[in-house]
């Protein structure tokens, strides 16, 4: 019989879950306690996301981003109280990991980026970061307008070009999945000439202006499917257990 929490403590280990300060708990958040053959893995643990779970008689739900965020209302009431609700009567399990996936040199979403992007990641975007959420990467030398068509052809998505110049050459990019697009001065300060994240915001534009750094807004979500899709099969792998990927189309 395999657990939520045999399952957890695999995914802590591999990902070094307790050496990060994150924005909300990772590991196990709802604990059904079932026995787990199934599992339904997605980068949000919206309700779409339980919906199709339900339907695939599925007993947990592995995830990028879970519940429970720093500073969000607490009581379970109204949208978080009708998801966990719905998890419970259905014997659902909610395992979820933010920092921890973004960061793991493996299989986490910045390294599985870079990796499919033809680019290699040479360090940290934070020097002093042991664990870093951000990364530094090289590349044979590539028109910014080439490197957003390699971008769509990836993800599946035209990212959102953000400089002055296309026919720029990018050859050190700094990458952070997910909403990192105030990273970008820090992106300047290590000398980088691009930066990829996955949103946007309006002084974003100005930024990348200013400062030279040609800014792709990759969306927050096609950025970070790589490490929930990796992370489920190597869970899939240690367990001999079935792990489904269902992707919820999400243009942000």
């Known amino acids: 019989m395999i657990t939520a929490q045999q399952i957890t403590q695999f995914c802590d280990e591999l990902l070094h879950a307790n050496e990060f300060k994150d924005y909300c708990p990772n590991g196990l958040q709802v604990d059904a306690d079932t026995p787990i053959t199934k599992i339904i893995t997605g980068v949000t643990a919206c309700q779409a996301l339980i919906d199709r779970a339900v339907q695939e008689n ?5 995830v990028h981003h879970g519940y429970f965020w720093k500073g969000e209302s607490q009581p379970l ?9 719905m998890l419970l009567q259905h014997g659902i399990s909610l395992i979820a990991y933010h920092l921890p996936l973004d ?3 493996v299989y986490g979403n910045n390294a599985l980026l870079a990796d499919k992007l033809g680019l290699t990641i040479v360090g940290a975007l934070y020097p002093d970061e042991k664990l870093p959420i951000g990364n530094i990467a090289t590349c044979s030398p590539i028109k910014a307008i080439d490197f957003a068509k390699k971008i769509c052809e990836t993800l599946g998505r035209e990212p959102l070009y953000l400089g002055d110049n296309p026919d720029r050459m990018l050859q050190k990019i700094a990458l ?6 105030d990273m970008i001065e820090q992106a300047h300060q290590m000398g980088c000439d691009g930066f990829i994240s996955g949103e946007v915001s309006e002084r974003t534009t100005h930024m990348a202006r200013e400062l030279g750094v040609d800014y792709f807004g990759a969306g927050h979500h096609a950025t970070e499917k790589g490490g929930i899709i990796a992370l489920g099969e190597q869970v899939a792998k240690h367990f001999d257990v079935e792990c489904v990927f269902v992707d919820i189309d999400n243009p942000v």
């Open 77 to 85: 009431v109204g949208i978080k109280g009708k998801r966990i609700r």
């Open 58 to 62: 599925a007993q947990a739900i592995l």
């Open 176 to 181: 952070c999945t997910g909403a990192a697009q």
């Open 103 to 105: 960061a793991h040199p």
